[in-house]
Nanobody, 122 residues
Framework: QVQLVESGGGVVQAGDSLRLSCVAS????????VGWFRQAPGKEREFVGV????????YYADSVNGRFTISRDNAKNTAYLEMSSLKPEDTAVYYC???????????????WGQGTQVTVSS
């Protein structure tokens, strides 16, 4: 069982930056893909990006590509989502998730955090 805890959400203005963190409870964090997802009110959960465990490669949704960056620090069992040039349409609850393999542009993963709210005002 892997427990994930997100933090770093808040209320920011359009154009601002924000960094979310995702801390995992497992000692085997280094062999899990970590994905970030979001869900806006009234909408389905959507893929934001993923960083793989095998090569540390990252893949992003078109809507955030070039603005968001995912990184990981295996020594700290932590993954990060750096968000810049935030837009009001980025407002959502952001979730991190972990699995041995997370397929980009899907929303399937084995372990999920509880989510953290990001609100971007115009």
């Amino acid at each position: 069982q892997v427990q994930l805890v997100e933090s770093g959400g808040g209320v920011v203005q359009a154009g601002d930056s924000l960094r979310l963190s995702c801390v995992a409870s497992t000692r085997t964090f280094s062999i899990y893909d970590v994905g970030w997802f979001r869900q806006a009110p009234g909408k389905e959960r959507e893929f934001v990006g993923v960083i793989t465990w095998s090569q540390g490669k990252s893949y992003y949704a078109d809507s955030v590509n070039g603005r968001f960056t995912i990184s990981r620090d295996n020594a700290k069992n932590t993954a990060y989502l750096e968000m810049s040039s935030l837009k009001p349409e980025d407002t959502a609850v952001y979730y991190c998730a972990a699995d041995r393999a997370i397929i980009p542009r899907t929303t399937t993963a084995q372990y999920w955090g509880q989510g953290t709210q990001v609100t971007v005002s115009s």
